[in-house]
Structures are given as C-alpha cells and as structure tokens.
C-alpha cells in the first residue's frame, strides 16, 4: 500500500489536519517526500482542509461546552496554522455567548453543590467560587470570564 492509500484510509475513520496524517504516515514508515506528496494530492482533492477542519471543530467544541482558548490552544496542537484558526473562527456563522456557556456551567456546579449559597459561610463561599473558576478554566474560557462568573454565581 502506498502513502497515498495508507493516508486515505486513515481519513476514512474520521478527520485529521495535515499534520496529524504527515505524522501518521511517517510513523508508519513511509519517507517524508512520499508522504508530503500523498499531503498535496490529498489536499488537492479536496480530503484535506485545516480551515474546514478547524471550522467543524470550532462547532463540535462549542457544542460541548468548551471555550474559545481551550479550542485554539487544541486546533495548534493538532497542527493547524494561527491564521487559520483565526480565519475559522471569524467565519463561524454563530459564535456562542462564553459568558453565558460560563453561566450555564456555574448554574450546574451550584445545583451539585446542594446549597443556597446564603446558606454558606465565607470559606464555603471562597471554595465554591474556586471550584467553578477551576472547572471554567479547564474547560478553556478567560481568565476574566472564570473568575467574574464565579464571583456573580457564589455572592
């Protein structure tokens, strides 16, 4: 099988960026020239698209909960170009509210929680506070986003 059809059933099971099939075929040993052509003629007919790829991703991420720092950190790790990212970004047609996602987010850490946080003292206030800018944070959104949610949420 040559790199071409190694790499053609790799995008078979899902998505890949460029880099994550270049990476792929050259774990699997074939040469890099080889490789880099199975790249263009991928990209030329049309199975292989960072910008496209990094738009669905954008979506799915959203979908799950996760904010815009979080996916532009995940997007350059899988290889995908600054530029690109940015461009996927500004072309979504429906660019979600973080700060409401954040909301959304906290609302559910204090239903978790069990308590009315008039009920809670400073320390338990301190913690819950903590908690949600945590889980916010790990999820990917602002640092300014995760603690002013999280300060509105626990009062």
Known sequence: MDALEKATSYLNRKPHTEKEVMDYLLRKGYEKEESAEAIHRLREYGYLDDLAYAKLYFEYSFEKGRGKE???????????????????????????????????????????????????????????????????????????????TARDAVK
């Not at 850490?109 to 506070?129: N, P, R, V, W």
């Open 70 to 148: 979080r996916i532009v950190r995940e997007l350059a790790g899988k290889g995908v170009a600054g530029e690109l990212i940015e461009q996927a970004y500004n072309d979504l047609e429906d660019t979600p509210d973080e700060g409401e996602m954040a909301r959304q987010i906290a609302a559910q850490i204090l239903l978790e929680a069990g308590k009315d946080s008039c009920e809670m003292s400073y320390e338990e206030k301190q913690k819950l506070q903590a908690r949600i800018a945590r889980r916010l944070a790990s999820r990917g959104f602002s640092g300014s986003i995760c603690w002013s």
